[in-house]
């Protein structure tokens, strides 16, 4: 059965991230679904007309710029919501008024309040609504890689990391933080140490903290810079260390090797083993974890109540703050 597609919000990762470049790149919301098999783009809405008359231009498919209309004459199995994270609830709650679609994969965060997106969870498990969030990077082979590479004790606990973010703890942060928790489990402590810069467009904010887990503690660290490059992971165990680089496009492992030096043994570092990854079509590996997850099969999409696990991660660490 092909899954048909309606999205909602035309912004970069519903429409632009790979609207310039080569076809190769699967960035948006629009080009996956273009692409995959297993799903049908009937339509798109967004307020702005250029937005509109752009993605008309190049899937030659219906857009418009009202809501109820696109529900009533296209009845999509499958929408996603990829407008500002602050609308979300309200978005959920202007579709439930007049439809019920089969599943809902959101943008990250679910919402910004916590709050807000437990009455998203509740409202889609009331009508019997799949409810999907894209924090994309869980279903990049990589990350599934690394995932295994845990579980397997091929990096060994117990784990210390570092990470480096930027642009809100909740816009960009929750990413690291919720792939940390597809591989390490659920957050057992949060330790608050410093608040960083403010984001006024995003109504986000930077927060220095660590994340405790069973056997492993995370430092986050908030960038000085806005780019990308800034984002990254490094695991290091007895075992060897891991680099998780530039948001993920480049990942390799560097296992520990035992040399005797007369008749001592000393640890060293092997070389560095790239771990091989599908970032340049994350969203298509989203498509593809969405659909195993639809058929019933084992998927690395992170659900509805994932998500909220990451929001109650995040409101741990800004209570914490408030507390002193």
């Known amino acids: ?46 307020k702005n007309k250029q937005n509109r008359d752009f993605f008309f231009k190049n899937y030659k498919k219906p857009v418009f710029s009202n809501l109820k209309k696109a529900l009533t004459e296209t009845k999509p199995s499958i929408i996603i919501i990829s407008t500002p994270s602050n609308s979300h609830l309200s978005i959920l709650e202007e579709i439930l008024e007049i439809y019920s679609p089969k599943t809902i994969l959101c943008e990250k965060p679910l919402e910004l309040s916590l ?28 990350s599934i890689k690394i995932k295994k590479m845990i579980n397997e004790k091929i990096i060994k606990a117990p784990i210390k990391g570092f990470v480096w973010y930027s642009k809100g703890i909740k816009n960009n942060g929750s990413h690291f933080i919720n792939l940390l928790e597809y591989w390490l489990g659920k957050c057992n402590e949060t330790l608050y140490l410093s608040k960083g810069k403010y984001y006024k467009t995003l109504s986000d904010s930077d ?35 891991l680099i998780y680089e530039n948001g993920g496009e480049h990942i390799y492992w560097q296992s520990v090797f035992e040399k005797y030096i007369k008749n001592k043994s000393r640890k060293y570092l ?3 083993k790239m771990i091989q990854n599908t ?42 703050k408030e507390l002193k």
């Open 270 to 272: 092997n070389k560095k």
């Open 279 to 320: 970032l340049d079509k994350y969203q298509l590996n989203v498509l593809n974890a969405l659909y195993d997850s639809l058929q019933g099969n084992d998927s690395n999409i992170c659900t509805g109540e994932q998500s909220l696990e990451t929001l109650k991660t995040i409101d741990k660490i800004i209570f914490n």
């Open 1 to 46: 059965m092909i899954e048909k597609c309606l999205i909602i919000g035309l912004g970069q990762i519903g429409l632009q991230y790979d609207m310039y470049l080569k076809n190769n790149y699967v960035l948006s919301h629009s080009r996956a679904i273009s692409l995959h098999p297993k799903f049908e783009l009937i339509a798109a809405t967004d």
């Open 207 to 241: 927060y220095n903290f660590i994340l405790k887990f069973n056997n492993a503690e995370i430092i986050f660290q908030s960038s000085p810079e806005a780019s990308k490059s800034y984002n990254s992971i490094e695991l290091i165990s007895k075992s060897g260390r």
């Open 115 to 142: 709050n807000k997106a437990k009455k998203m969870v509740k409202l889609c498990k009331k009508k019997n609504i799949n409810l999907y969030v894209n924090y994309f990077r869980r279903s990049d082979p990589g």
